[in-house]
C-alpha cells in the first residue's frame, strides 16, 4: 500500500479506485458495499488499524467511523 484518499461516505457513488484497505481516525462501525454490491457493517472498528478488505464505497448509514482513509496500491 503506498497511496491513499479520504472516503466520504455515500449510498450511491463508488470511490474512484477498489481498496485494499481501510483506516479510521476514531473508532466506531463502518458500514460498506463490497465489489459485487453486497452490503455488511464492520462492528467496532479501532483506530490507527489498517483493515485488509477491498471495498467499493463506504455507505454513509451506519458509518460512526470518522475521517476514514482508503488505501491502495501503487
Not at 42 to 67: F, K, Q, W
Amino acid at each position: 500500500i503506498c497511496r491513499g484518499f479520504d472516503v466520504t461516505p455515500s449510498e450511491a457513488t463508488d470511490h474512484p479506485q477498489m481498496t485494499l484497505g481501510v483506516m479510521v481516525a476514531s473508532a466506531g462501525d463502518l458500514a460498506v458495499a463490497l465489489k459485487r454490491g453486497d452490503a455488511l457493517t464492520l462492528p467496532a472498528l479501532l483506530p490507527g488499524v489498517i483493515y485488509p478488505i477491498c471495498i467499493a464505497r463506504v455507505l454513509a448509514t451506519g458509518a460512526a467511523a470518522t475521517s476514514i482513509k482508503g488505501l491502495i496500491s501503487c
